[in-house]
């Protein structure tokens, strides 16, 4: 039975929209393939899973790959397995090969790594399974991600597509918009709520 992904921080707000608009590309450089949001501090699965890798990487700083089960498109109600890919951690929790659900603690939000302006924590969602660390965000291969795109597709998709919000106990969780960044799409924080 497929499942829905829960948010990875249980108090969120988002800074930096999926692919969203030119703001992002004119202050950094480049298109923002993933979502970006503060919060937690604790960072968790979003789901049922498998860590693909974990550790230190030289770009991203401490980074979590997770392969989750069967995962429901709140937007069109496809499902699928995916990549969740997770940056600039303060610190990881989970090894290689363990399995994960919602409750396992996978990080704490931090600012680690190269290119972070602040505490956050950067979440890609992929659907190649198959090369969990290859991610488009990076322009050349790290000691742990390596630069994407395999071939010449782009296989990451909008993480709140793929997002719900549980709000009951025992997560409670929240999430809102950064409002008035040209980052941010507000749309993205109408998660539907579980």
């Known amino acids: 039975m ?3 992904l829960i948010q990875p921080i249980n108090n969120a707000r988002l800074t930096a929209s ?8 004119r202050d950094f450089g480049g298109v923002h393939y993933g979502q970006d949001m503060t919060g937690g501090p604790i960072v968790y699965a979003q789901g049922n899973g498998v860590v ?3 550790g230190w990487d030289d770009v991203c700083g401490y980074v979590v790959g997770i392969v989750y089960d069967d995962c429901v ?3 069109d ?9 997770y940056y600039h951690m303060a610190d990881v929790r989970v090894k290689k090969g363990q399995r994960v659900t919602k409750d396992t603690r996978i990080g704490t939000v931090g600012n680690t790594g190269k290119y972070t302006t602040g505490a956050h924590l950067h979440v890609e969602m992929d659907t190649d399974t198959k090369y ?4 488009p965000t990076l322009a050349g291969n790290s000691n742990l991600l390596k630069k994407g795109l395999r071939g010449a597709k782009d296989t990451t998709v909008d993480p709140m597509r793929w997002t719900h919000t549980k709000a009951s106990a025992p997560d409670n969780q929240t999430i809102v918009a950064g409002y008035g960044s040209d ?3 507000p749309r993205d924080a109408k998660l539907p709520k579980i």
């Open 183 to 185: 980052w941010v799409d």
């Open 52 to 54: 693909a890798f974990a």
């Open 132 to 135: 969990p660390n290859y991610t």
């Open 18 to 25: 999926y692919k969203w608009g030119s703001a992002y590309k």
């Open 77 to 85: 109600g496809g499902h699928r397995p995916l990549v969740g890919r």
């Open 73 to 75: 498109n709140h937007f």
């Open 2 to 4: 497929a499942q829905k």
